[in-house]
């Protein structure tokens, strides 16, 4: 099988175009073609000459990601796909349409996840492999394609689907670089958002990129036992140095991070836990997420009751903390990362 044309960067591309005999600026072309126009197929690319396109189709496919099955929610917000990649892993998207104005697709980093996490579809599934840059950056490409097929425009794009981002660095760093491009996707670095379990060395790295991106950390306890005890992780980078890394990004990029938590009853949603957090990010320019969890099949845990869900937040307001309570999108629809994955194996 051919490769795909996703997986080069422009200067591989221009690379493979020189050795052609062709100049370097119709490399150009066919990247804004590709990321830009986002075409299907180098027929379209009219401006190229016709040896060119031929050669780009004998060298090349555009995309490798197949469709297995497709869920929208009852309330039409929101849409995930399950697709499978040419070696048959399979990985999770989500687009989720917020406010009327922004459409934020949620994408995969790798198939399945090595961290372990132990309410997680995906960390149930133990790790696969790593997504190429041009795997993660594809995704949001289908779903802007299709959104500006009905004039629409894709406006944020979060990493938060399955596997770890900060695990799979260069290939997630050259994904954000082509999101961004203003000759490709044009996503704005504010409008992109980065969430991880927390591989402290791997912040700091991504802190010196001195990027715009937004930092969402998946905190889920106030203490090394509680956390050690949901996020193996912990125990490699403990709560100290995990803050630490978090004062560094803020330092360095000015930009305010997102906490997530998941609210799992009479585990993580306790008063104590939540002054715990309170104390923990005191002086930490931050907002909490609230997340009830979504259950899955390999743990136990269940989501609190609403009004318990508000005392939280109520003492998180005390502490001059800010918190949103975010009710996953398309519960309905399995739309928890990993989850249609594992309900679609068990079938
Ligand atoms: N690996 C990264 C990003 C993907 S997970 C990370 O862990 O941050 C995206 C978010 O979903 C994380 O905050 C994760 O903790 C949360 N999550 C995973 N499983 C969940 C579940 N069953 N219920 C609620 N949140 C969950
Ligand atoms: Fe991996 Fe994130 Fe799931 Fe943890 S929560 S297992 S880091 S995908």
Not at 299 to 306: K, L, V
Request: aromatic share 6%.
């Amino acid at each position: 099988m051919t490769d795909s044309i996703y997986d080069l960067t422009l200067r591989d591309l221009t690379q493979k175009i020189e050795t052609w005999g062709e100049p370097a600026y119709r490399a150009r072309q066919v990247w804004e073609w590709l990321y830009q126009h986002k075409v299907t197929g180098f027929a379209a690319m009219r401006n190229l000459p016709q040896t060119l396109r031929t050669r780009l189709e004998e060298a090349f496919h555009i995309g490798g990601l197949v469709p297995v099955t497709e869920l929208h929610s009852t309330d039409g917000q929101t849409i995930k796909r399950l697709w499978r990649l040419p070696d048959d892993q399979l990985i999770e998207s989500v687009l989720m349409e917020y406010d009327g104005v922004r459409r934020t697709a949620c994408i995969s980093t790798q198939a399945g996840c090595a961290m372990g996490c132990v309410f997680c579809a995906t960390g149930q599934m133990g790790f696969a492999r790593h997504l190429s840059a041009g795997e993660i950056v594809e995704q949001a490409l289908i779903f802007a394609r299709q959104l500006e097929a009905d004039g629409d425009r894709l406006s944020n794009v979060v990493l938060m689907g399955m596997g770890e981002p900060l695990h799979n660095y260069d290939a997630t760093l050259e994904a954000i670089a082509r999101l961004n491009d203003p000759a490709g996707l044009n996503i704005g670095q504010r409008h992109i958002t980065l969430s991880t379990v927390g591989l402290v060395p791997a912040i700091r790295r991504f802190a010196d990129e001195q990027l715009q991106v937004g930092l969402a950390i998946s905190l889920h306890a106030a203490t090394d036992e509680a956390r050690s005890k949901l996020l193996p992780v912990n125990k490699r980078w403990p709560l100290a140095d995990l803050l630490d890394a978090i004062r560094y990004y803020i330092d360095q990029t000015g930009r305010r991070v997102t906490f997530e938590w998941a609210l799992i009853a009479g585990e993580n949603d306790t008063l104590q836990q939540a002054h715990q957090l309170g104390t923990l990010l005191r002086g930490v320019k931050c907002h909490v997420n609230l997340i009830p969890l979504n259950p899955t099949q390999g743990y136990g845990g269940q989501p609190p009751d609403p009004a318990q869900v508000e005392a939280f937040r109520a003492t998180l307001h005390d502490y001059r903390i800010g918190s949103t309570v975010r009710v996953r999108r398309g519960i309905d629809i399995q739309a928890g990362c990993g989850q249609l994955k594992a309900d679609v194996l068990q079938r």
